[in-house]
């Protein structure tokens, strides 16, 4: 996969088709870490033991990074 690179300017704004890649990627990613053998459970409590951002809104980033392509990917 090719690394994606957004760089903003307002005058000259992002295509669409390079946000949806990166938005596809993130989603991919997300995918990627529920099936790297740990249990979400275990990925909420490692990321809130580093972090200390409450478990259940590291839940609900983690379900929005699963379910951002549908919402904006069409």
């Keep these: ?6 760089v903003k300017d307002a005058e000259n ?3 669409k088709e390079i946000l949806a890649a990166a938005i596809i990627k993130i989603g ?3 995918d990627a870490l529920r ?4 249990n979400e ?3 909420v409590i ?5 972090t200390t951002v409450p478990k259940r ?3 609900v980033i983690f ?3 699963r379910r951002m392509r549908g919402w904006y990917c069409r």
């Design 46 to 50: 490692l990321l809130h033991a580093k």
């Design 1 to 6: 996969m090719a690394d994606i690179k957004v």
């Design 13 to 15: 704004p992002e295509p």
């Design 35 to 38: 099936k790297s053998g740990l």
């Design 41 to 43: 459970d275990a990925i």
């Design 57 to 59: 809104d590291i839940k």
């Design 63 to 65: 379900d929005g990074l």
């Design 28 to 30: 991919e990613a997300a």
